[in-house]
């Protein structure tokens, strides 16, 4: 028994011994082959008649026709949100696309944004609205409507808007749970069926404590005010227009005496909060508008804003929020963040890092929301039942 044993060990050990040369010897002409085939050296017929002594030779394999087109933005076909993978998500986000809505303003888009009420309400980023509160609404159906900004919700950051349509299409809310971590998530647009992005929860609920909103600029003490010593890429200052020895002068009306006056002037800020600069620029003055940005202190370096790309203006100071890794732009927050049921689990209201972005649950819009439209309503009515909603002053 004892050598009947050794030798059925012997015969095993030689049969895998034979395999494994057996399978070498392949591995290692399918190498060459595939080396002889990209080998400049070679042409096709010289590939042919030195493999077709030893195998049959199959013909390289036919490429598709079909091209996507790289200049909508799949150039970044290595990426996560890539047409491909976004398609994917089609079926699952349901008929959730038909309830978000391009905010813009001056032909620009602000952010996105969600309906909340059929008659004409939709909430969308309150720090991207435009001062004087007109904003443009454009519906999954390519329509446009003229929209007012009725309220808002400083904590939250929150808008609602009213525009001039009863034929609106609610987003379905999901307020059981947050996501747990790890769960696809998918921002939708108007575009038909198709996200704009996807992610997955990173982080449960959370609080993100208010940071020191800046205006982006390193200063210097000068005769007539502030002056710029240098400008943060992608900073408010950078988007409204300062530039390197500019002279700040005066915030909000009122005057600036050096660098101190300037801290004591925008200290307390929100991000977001939009502020009315007077400056001089070879000894000219002229008055703009800039933007405080909540900038963690490892964002203040040119190099670092260059890597993690435009940040929302305000991206901190929520008492309830979770955090997926969806890459988000700024303009694109505001709108319906929804599960693979199609149903909004909260809405994106901040892109804080190159892959951290922040949602308010849906269980905290909710009854926020439904308490807003139920003030505005009191507020303003129409004239007579046929009228249109007229927009809330």
Known sequence: MKNRSKLNTLL??????????????????????????????????????????????????????????????????NQRSNFFMLRAFQDAIGESWKSTVRVTSNGKQLALGAVVGRDGWIISKASEMPSTGKVTCRMYDGKDYEGEVVTQVVDLDLALIQVPNRQLVPIAWDTTTVPERGRWLATTDVRAGVPTAVGVVSAGTLTVSKSNAVLGVYLDDAPEGAAITQVLPGSGAQLAGLQLNDCICGVNGNDIRGRDAFLTAVRGGMGGQ????????????????????????????????????????????????????????????????????????????????RVSSYALPADVVKPVVENLIEQAKLVSRPVDAQSTLRPIR
């Not at 030689?14 to 080998?39: C, E, P, W, Y």
């Not at 042409?43 to 026709?65: G, I, L």
């Open 274 to 353: 939009i502020l009315q600069l007077d400056v001089i620029r070879d000894g000219r003055k002229f008055s703009t508008e800039g933007r405080l940005m909540d900038l963690a202190q490892e964002l203040l370096d040119e190099t670092e804003m260059e890597v993690n790309g435009e940040i929302s203006a305000r991206s901190t100071g929520f008492s309830s929020v979770f955090q997926h890794d969806t890459v988000l732009n700024p303009n694109q927050c505001g709108g319906p963040l929804v599960n693979l049921d199609g149903k909004a689990v909260g809405i994106n209201i901040a892109r804080a890092g």
């Open 12 to 77: 095993l050990l030689a049969a895998s011994l034979v395999l494994g040369m057996v399978v070498a010897s392949t591995f290692r002409n399918d190498i060459q082959k595939t080396t002889d085939l990209h080998n400049p050296t070679l042409d096709s017929s010289e590939v042919n008649e030195t493999s077709a002594s030893t195998r049959f030779v199959q013909d390289p394999p036919q490429r598709t026709a079909f091209r996507p087109d790289f200049s909508s933005g799949l150039r970044r076909s």
